[in-house]
């Protein structure tokens, strides 16, 4: 994780970062009888206020015939980050009253990379679980 005093540095500048996506893995989905593996790229966006500790981000995630979409928001705490928020779905799963839960961390010199894992609840193929990473 980023030292804490990089964090400290970035409160105190009250600095704004924005990332964009460089890397992730496929989705995978587990309904309770059945693996459901994605093949497909994910998309992402990443921004964190670290004057205010406010962090949100933007999450694609194409599994199966739908593509399932969060905007989430949450707090940063030293290194560590999480947040919740809505997820809504293209495809035969439009309906879906499903959520999303995110949780990372900062990485490298003034928080130069981000990597969160993510799970989108409540969708017809169960859980969906992934990993991405970010850098400014």
Known sequence: PTPLTDMSA???GNVTANYTLSGYTFPTA??????IFGTQPITGTLTANFGTGNIMGDLGVPL???TYSSSWSGAI????FAGSGGVTST??????SC??????FFAGANAAR???VYEFSGTQYGDIHGAAVFKK
């Open 99 to 104: 959520g999303s839960a995110i949780a990372g």
């Open 10 to 12: 970035l409160q105190i």
């Open 77 to 80: 705490g030293g290194s560590y």
């Open 114 to 116: 981000a990597g969160l």
């Open 64 to 66: 199966g015939a739908n």
């Open 91 to 96: 495809g035969v799963d439009c309906s879906c």
């Open 30 to 35: 587990w309904d309770g009888s059945t693996f």
